[in-house]
């Protein structure tokens, strides 16, 4: 590795320019070829003379230790995890699709905080103390929380922007034929937020008020655009506007839906435009229905893929066998947990006279509605002892379809045969993984710590781009005997080394990586700078724990 100086002169204007170049030599082939490392032509004089000082004594720096009294060497900050995340954003086109100005920088840092440790602006502004945001971003003024506040109204506003860029530099020009799409609620501690309604929960925080984020993904499952609404937004509602993105924001002409049995129903599917398609599953309500209209036959339902159509729709047939075993399991778990209660009312009822039947009966049949399995399973009293009743031909008829459902697509054959239909409409737990990362996974797009529209948007905005660093390390380190928590905890202990010299400007010396931290680097094609300018930007809190905590 080495400093190269390149002058040139402009024929026109006789004005010389002059390039300072961080370059290493490398064999490929069998051949000598040089790569640019960094461009430091902005540096300054001082900061470019105590990089070429590093660089003649990389491999001995108990030489620099005899210069101990121009030289000092301090505990510098964090690195490794935050350049292993900036680079992955680079590849994926992120930094790109945000801009190099400093609202672009400072949107990135918040996705890079976010990957490595979870939580506020606040939070974000403290781990950017500790490991060194602004050195590689190359961030040049301070920051404190209210910028990063501001700058997620940034990223709403240039939201359409940002996905478009980056859809268009990771798909090139090929356009998707299939989008996965799929809705999650969040529920929110404060009531205060501008999309807080109460709705259906699928937290089970009853009584909480929520948002709903919608996720569209492409065919691999990686996310191209998410959207923020009201917490009482029913499922459907959220679809339209998914079906303009497509057509209008990404350009698709000929594209496929997939989505969930709540999401696209008989109103979607009829305002589709021309050559777009749908795949959804239909309910059991729908699929008796069917039955009895002669369409499809309980017969049909097997382990292996079948298929009918009716009216230019075709309907993809299957039982699963383990979902079976698991809604049987399940149904039996139920029962005896009726039982047991059965026997401590019976036990109750024996030992306390006074005690009356009716209203153990009562209890017993509040748990039966609660548990959904008062169809088949009821209760009575013979005197003063409680027994339990099963409805054997009413449980033969809730089982009936048990484990069974039946896809919906108006594909042409030609196009995609039934398997292929099947894996599709499959392929949406990707989605529902993603909302897992979102909401319990390590990305935490909950607790909310904003309130206004924009921020709200912003904030899952970061949330989605985060999840497409997380997916490549995921895949990345997959072979290995660690999480992506665990590994970004690992990089996060390679820390630099602040070399300052008398008189002038210090610069980072980053030490080389140990053997763990290599292999995980290795599989993601990064390599670690040996070198950074130091920027020394002062980042603050305008918030002080000092000033926070109670005194006692």
Request: some cysteine; overall charge positive; aromatic content about 8%.
């Amino acid at each position: 590795m080495h400093i190269s100086e390149n002058r040139s002169a402009c024929r026109k204007s006789k004005k010389i320019y002059q390039s300072v170049l961080l370059r290493e030599s490398y064999r490929e082939g069998g051949k000598v070829k040089k790569r640019t490392i960094a461009n430091l032509s902005r540096c300054r004089p001082e900061e470019i003379a105590a990089i070429k000082l590093a660089l003649k004594y990389k491999d001995n720096l108990s030489e620099l230790g005899s210069l101990k009294e121009s030289v000092e060497l301090e505990e510098g900050l964090s690195i490794g995890a935050v350049w292993t995340v900036y680079q992955i954003a680079k590849k994926l086109g992120i930094e790109r699709a945000l801009g190099t100005g400093l609202s672009g920088k400072l949107a990135l840092w918040q996705v890079i905080a976010r990957v490595i440790d979870q939580g506020s602006r606040l939070s974000a502004v403290r781990l950017a103390q500790t490991h060194a945001a602004c050195d590689a971003l190359d961030i040049s003024r301070g920051f404190d929380e209210n910028d990063l506040y501001e700058n997620l109204r940034w990223l709403a506003g240039s939201q359409e922007k940002i996905e478009k860029t980056l859809f268009s530099v990771r798909r090139k020009e090929t356009k998707p034929e299939l989008f996965l799409y799929d809705v999650t609620s969040s529920y929110l501690e404060g009531t205060k937020n501008y999309f807080g309604e109460h709705g259906y929960n699928r937290d089970g925080k009853n009584g909480k008020q929520q948002i709903v984020v919608g996720l569209l993904c492409d065919e691999f499952g990686d996310p191209v655009s998410t959207e923020v609404f009201a917490g009482n937004t029913q499922d459907t509602q959220t679809f339209a506007c998914q079906v303009r993105k497509a057509a209008e924001l990404f350009g698709c002409t000929r594209v496929t839906f997939v989505g969930d049995r709540g999401m696209i129903k008989s109103p979607q599917i009829e305002k589709l435009p021309e050559g777009f398609h749908f795949i959804t599953a239909i309910t059991k309500a729908q699929i008796k229905a069917l039955m009895d209209q002669g369409v499809i036959q309980l017969g049909l339902f097997d382990e292996d893929v079948c298929e009918a159509e009716d009216n230019g729709i075709r309907y993809i047939l299957r039982r699963n066998p383990f979902r079976v075993a698991e809604i049987n399991e399940s149904r039996m778990s139920k029962r005896n947990s009726v039982e047991k209660l059965v026997k401590e009312k019976n036990l109750y009822l024996r030992e306390h006279k006074r005690a009356k039947a009716a209203t153990a009966i009562r209890d017993v049949r509040k748990k039966i509605e609660k548990l959904k399995i008062d169809t088949w399973l009821s209760v009575r009293s013979e005197g003063r002892s409680l027994e339990l009743e099963v409805d054997n031909k009413a449980l033969e008829e809730a089982s009936v379809l048990d484990g069974c459902y039946v896809i919906k697509t108006d594909l042409p054959k030609e196009v995609a045969d039934k398997q292929v239909i099947h894996d599709r409409y499959k392929d949406l737990a990707e989605v529902e993984r993603a909302f897992r990362t979102f909401k319990t996974g390590f990305l935490e797009v909950r607790p909310v710590y904003v309130r206004t529209k924009e921020s709200t948007q912003g904030h899952v905005l970061v949330v989605m781009l985060s999840y497409l660093i997380v997916r490549m390390l995921r895949s990345a380190w997959q072979k290995f005997d660690v999480t992506v928590e665990e590994g970004l905890k690992q990089l996060a202990t390679l820390c630099s080394m602040e070399m300052k010299i008398k008189n002038q400007a210090s610069f980072l010396r980053i030490p080389r990586p140990r053997e763990t931290s290599r292999q995980l680097l290795k599989v993601l094609d990064i390599r670690m700078p040996t070198v950074l300018p130091h920027r020394n930007v002062r980042v603050v809190t305008r918030k002080k724990l000092t000033e926070r905590r109670k005194l006692y």
